[in-house]
C-alpha cells in the first residue's frame, strides 16, 4: 500500500480506459500440451483460469449495468463504457483460447455449459448490489494476479510466447480497470460488510472451481495422481514463482475499511506496455 485512499481515488478519477481489440491467432502445429515449461500443473492452472473468464466477463458487466443507474459521477460513467468494452474483449478472446484447448480432449463444451447455467442462476436468485460485491471481490483476485504476470518474471518464465502475449494484455486492462467495478460498488451500494463477506465466499468458491476444472485437465491427461505434477505446484503456489506467497498481503488489503484498488499504485506498467509498441485497434 503506497498511496493514501484521497491519492487513490485521484488516480482513479484519472485513468482513462480504451478498448482494444487484439488479435490472438493460435497456432496448433507450434503450441505443445504443456505450454507453460513444459509443466503440467503450471499450464492446466492457467487454462482452468480461462474457462472462469468468458461467463465470468458477461457476469461483471452485468453486475456493473445494473448498478449505474446510482452513478452521478460522469468520468466514472465514462470508465464503465471502457471497463465493459474490455470485459467483452476479454470474454471473446479467452472463448477462442479455450476452443483450441478442445484438440487436447478436454471437455470445454461442458465446462463452459456448467458455467453459464451458473450465472444465470446467480442472476436470477441474488440482488445487483451482492452481484457487484462478487465482481468487486474477484476483480481484486485478478488484479493482484495480473501485477505477478506483470512484475515477477518467474511467473511468465517457460511460458509459450502466444500464450505469453495474450496473458500479458489481459493482465494489463486489468490493472487498467481494476478499479471500476470498486468505485460502482461504494457509490452504488457501500456496504464495508457486504464486500468483506463476499470475498470470503468467493476466495473459496474462486479457489474450488480453479482447482476442480484443473483436476479434469489433469485427469484426462493421466496426470492427476502424479506426486511430481503435485511437488509442482507446491512449488509454483509457495516457492517459484510463489504465487500465493506473493500475493497474500495484496489479498488482505482488501479487508481494510479504507482499501481502495489504486492503493497499490501501478500505473508504471500500463505505460511500459505501450512503450513496446504494441498492436491493436482501439475501440
Known amino acids: ?156 518464465e517457460g511460458m509459450h510466447p502466444q500464450f505469453k502475449e495474450m496473458w500479458r494484455w489481459h493482465a494489463i486492462e486489468e490493472t487498467e480497470h481494476k478499479a471500476v467495478a470498486y468505485d460502482v460498488y461504494q457509490q452504488a451500494v457501500g456496504s464495508y460488510w457486504l464486500r468483506i463477506y463476499t470475498m470470503l465466499v468467493v476466495t473459496v468458491m474462486f479457489c474450488f472451481r480453479t482447482s476442480l476444472f484443473q483436476a479434469i485437465f489433469l485427469w484426462k491427461d493421466g496426470q492427476l495422481f502424479n506426486p511430481k505434477v503435485w511437488w509442482h505446484g507446491v512449488k509454483f503456489y509457495f516457492l517459484k514463482p510463489g504465487l500465493v506467497r506473493n500475493i497474500w498481503s495484496d489479498y488482505l488489503d482488501y479487508f481494510r475499511r479504507d482499501f481502495h484498488p489504486w492503493m497499490h499504485d501501478n500505473r508504471e506498467l500500463l505505460q511500459q506496455w505501450e512503450a513496446e509498441g504494441q498492436k491493436y485497434k482501439a475501440v
Open 1 to 156: 500500500m503506497n498511496n493514501s485512499l484521497e491519492q487513490a481515488q485521484q488516480i482513479s478519477a484519472s485513468i482513462d480506459i480504451t478498448g482494444r481489440k487484439m488479435e490472438f491467432d493460435f497456432e496448433p502445429g507450434d503450441i505443445p500440451r504443456y505450454w507453460y515449461g513444459n509443466n503440467a500443473f503450471k499450464s492446466t492452472f492457467m487454462n482452468a483460469l480461462s474457462c472462469l473468464f468468458p461467463e465470468g466477463e458477461r457476469m461483471f458487466m452485468d453486475a456493473v449495468r445494473d448498478n449505474q443507474h446510482k452513478v452521478t459521477d460522469p468520468q466514472l460513467l465514462q470508465q464503465i463504457k471502457g471497463f465493459i468494452k474490455q470485459e467483452a474483449i476479454h470474454g471473446h478472446e479467452h472463448a477462442q483460447y479455450n476452443d483450441f484447448l478442445k484438440r487436447w480432449q478436454y471437455p470445454i463444451d461442458k465446462i463452459m455449459n456448467f458455467e453459464k447455467k451458473e450465472k444465470v442462476w446467480l442472476k436470477k436468485w441474488l440482488s445487483p448490489a451482492r452481484r457487484l460485491a462478487m465482481t468487486c471481490a474477484l476483480e481484486h483476485f485478478t488484479a493482484i494476479m495480473a501485477h505477478q504476470v506483470l512484475t515477477n518474471p518467474d511467473f511468465t
